[in-house]
Every structure is written in structure tokens, then in C-alpha cells.
């Protein structure tokens, strides 16, 4: 397989190969993009855009973001809850089916969380007892409602007054095994409910999962995600351990869901997906923000579009190379060009703190593009214009473009 078609095969899975629709996009375009990518990560960042709300506008365009908040923050019977968090790639939403798929996982924090538990439990014994039988009375609740009502100066149950960062401890300990999840979100606060009051019953019944089992059903959705990829790659996408991955990978090879392919540069043997598609072209453009799936696995997308990224939040900004926030731009199959973006609410602007063409790459062209792009997120956000900084060397022709 040629490193172009591996990158249009890529792109096709993660959805880039089709048009954007044509009018306000609904719920099945919702649905149809996380048939694709399979989840969607949640990181707290928000000097731009939310992490999980971007990956959708870069596929959709413009859409209402109640799309997103619907399917995974409330319910009803006309439209009843399609995602749930847990801990798949990241902290991430996950199709509600896809809960019993990670009951080894939920396990696996069980054992993580003993030795905690076993310290905790001396100097407060009955609390895992009674933050579930307070979320059972007051739920939805935060873990800051918690702490309030379990760590006040009045004890509130019988088992006394708790430290109130065991407590936050305890609310992550019983959503990581599956006791608690979240009902809802306000802002990005977690509000914390028993998973009975959330997930459909056929869900919480359905019989467990064996790990083998699900470790090939998490595998193959990440080969749907990727088209092609390296078995590391596929064991990325959900974090699963390496020994049950390549495990994972020989069994769907052998039940011929999986072809082995070779591409040229790549160091490792790969793994094309047999329904996965190579459009001849891909066009159209998209930014991206940090945690969108393309490009989440920094080495795979060096090796897709020879493109190196890395994300420096956590580095000083004197040493930052390009910036605190930065959106690669996806130009007809390359990324072409890098922008540092800040919403400015408060000035009710998109800027643009930093913008860098990648090498050999057409200015004129390539902040044409970009300008117009910037535009429509602007718009989306709900913000009246974009302004360009002076950092980048394709700052001056995207402040003419815009």
C-alpha cells in the first residue's frame, strides 16, 4: 500500500473524504460520524472550543452543538441518550452499547484502586457506603455537592464527617468501576448518578463481556476508525495492553476482518480494515483541534502526513515553538498549516495568536483557505470576525485573507 493511499485510506474512515452536509446538520450525521470515529475524547481546555464538540465541526461544519449535549447528557423517549463517558481512548463519550465492552476495565481500576481503599478505610470506614447512598438520594449531583454535604461540619450519615478529597477519590474510584457515571454535565462539571438511573436496562443486563471477546470488539471498531493502521496504532485507540492487542489483532486477521499490508517508510507491519475504502482523491478542508482521533497518536500522524505535532500546553511559553493551543488545518488530504486560536469572548473574536504555513506549502493559497475556514468557526462560535496576530510566517498573508 502506497503512503498516499495509507493517508486517503485514513482520511476516508475518519470521515474526511465526504461533503460537509448541505443543511443544518441533524442527529444522524451525529450518529453516522461516531459510527466512524467511535468516540469522542473530553479534555477541560476551553480557550478554544470544548475537545469534544470540535471533532464534529471539522467533519459536519457548522452544527448545533446541542446535537452533542442531547446525545450525551440527557434523555427522553423521542430522543433517548446515544453516548456515555467513560474511560475509553481518554476520558471520552462512548455509544451507550459500548458500556459492557469495558467491564475488564472496570476491573482493572477494582485492583488500581485497592491499596487506596485499603488506607482510606481505617479513618473512614462506610465511605464508599455512603457516597453511593448520597448520590442515590440527592443525584445528579457534583463532587463538590458531596464534599458539601458528606465533609460538612455536620455529619450528615451515620459513618461521620469525610476528608473531602477522599471523597472526590471515591466519586472517581466508584465512576472508573462502573458504579456511578455521569448523568449530566453543568459547564463541565460532572454530575454523578447510579448507572441504573442512566444507561437502558438492556444495557446494565446484558451478560458480561468475556475479555478476550472484547478486547477483538474494541480492536476491530478501532480498525473501522483508522482504515489502515499498526497493531500499536489499533492498541492506542482504546489503550488496550499490548500482550491482549496483539492477541486481538492475530484473531481478526485469522476471521479475515483484518488484511496485513505493508506500506513504504512505515517501520511496522500494518492492518487494513477488508471494508475500508481509498478514495482516488480527497478534498476539502478542516481544522483540528488537539484531541481529534486523526491525529490524537502524534507518531501515526508523522507518519501519515509528515507532519510533526506536539501539543505544548505544559510547556513555558517562552520555549512554545508555535503555541499554547494549536489546530492543524487539513487542506484536500495535507495538513498544511498550524494556527495557535483563542476564543475571545469577552471581545467576542476568533484570534489567531500564531499561524505557520508547513514547508513547501502554497501561502496565497493555503491562507485563502484558512481565512475562510477561521470564518466559519468564528461564526459558529458565535463570535463576529477573526483576528490575525503577528507570530508565523503566514500570519501576514492570513491577515490579508481575512
Not at 79 to 89: G, Y
Request: with cysteine.
Amino acid at each position: 500500500m502506497t503512503p498516499s493511499a495509507a493517508r486517503r485510506t485514513a482520511l476516508a474512515a475518519q470521515g474526511f473524504a465526504d461533503p460537509r452536509p448541505t443543511g443544518v446538520p441533524t442527529r444522524r450525521h451525529l450518529q453516522r460520524t461516531i459510527d466512524r470515529v467511535q468516540l469522542l475524547q473530553l479534555d477541560s481546555v476551553n480557550v478554544a472550543v470544548r475537545a469534544h464538540y470540535m471533532p464534529l465541526f471539522s467533519r459536519l461544519g457548522p452544527y448545533p452543538t446541542t446535537l452533542v449535549d442531547d446525545a450525551a447528557w440527557s434523555h427522553s423517549t423521542r430522543r433517548p441518550r446515544t453516548l456515555v463517558e467513560f474511560w475509553a481512548h481518554e476520558a471520552s463519550l462512548i455509544p451507550v452499547e459500548d458500556w459492557p465492552l469495558f467491564r475488564w476495565r472496570m476491573d482493572r481500576y477494582e485492583s488500581r484502586y485497592a491499596n487506596y481503599l485499603a488506607r482510606v478505610a481505617p479513618k473512614s470506614p462506610g465511605l464508599v457506603d455512603d457516597v453511593l447512598a448520597t448520590v442515590k438520594e440527592l443525584g445528579p449531583v457534583s463532587a463538590g455537592t458531596l464534599e458539601s454535604t458528606l465533609g460538612g461540619a455536620v455529619p450528615r450519615a451515620k459513618g461521620g464527617w469525610w476528608n473531602r478529597s477522599d471523597i472526590k477519590h471515591i466519586c472517581e474510584f466508584l465512576f472508573a468501576t462502573g458504579q456511578l457515571t455521569t448523568a449530566t454535565r453543568v459547564g463541565f462539571q460532572r454530575l454523578y448518578d447510579l448507572p441504573e438511573r442512566v444507561l437502558p436496562a438492556s444495557v446494565l443486563a446484558a451478560p458480561r463481556v468475556p475479555d478476550d471477546e472484547a478486547a477483538r470488539a474494541l480492536t476491530l471498531r478501532a480498525a473501522v476508525a483508522h482504515g489502515v493502521g499498526t497493531e500499536k496504532d489499533l492498541r492506542d485507540y482504546y489503550r488496550l495492553e499490548p500482550a491482549r492487542s496483539q492477541q486481538a489483532v492475530g484473531e481478526l486477521v485469522e476471521a479475515g476482518l483484518l488484511e496485513p499490508v505493508s506500506v513504504p517508510g512505515w517501520r511496522h507491519g500494518a492492518y487494513r480494515h477488508v471494508d475500508a475504502r481509498t478514495p482516488r482523491r480527497v478534498e476539502g478542508r478542516a481544522l483540528l483541534c488537539p484531541f481529534d482521533p486523526l491525529i490524537w497518536e502524534r507518531d501515526r500522524a508523522e507518519r501519515l502526513f509528515g507532519f510533526r505535532y506536539r501539543i505544548e500546553i505544559y510547556v513555558p511559553e517562552a520555549k512554545r515553538v508555535y503555541g499554547y493551543y494549536v489546530f492543524p488545518f487539513l487542506l484536500d488530504g495535507e495538513l498544511v498549516a498550524r494556527v495557535d486560536l483563542k476564543a475571545d469572548r469577552a471581545g467576542g473574536v476568533l484570534r489567531v495568536q500564531g499561524a505557520f504555513l508547513e514547508l513547501g506549502q502554497d501561502a496565497g493559497r493555503v491562507a485563502g483557505e484558512l481565512g475562510a475556514e477561521l470564518r466559519v468557526m468564528a461564526e459558529w462560535l458565535g463570535l463576529s470576525g477573526v483576528v490575525v496576530g503577528e507570530r508565523g510566517d503566514l500570519a501576514g498573508a492570513l491577515r490579508r485573507a481575512v
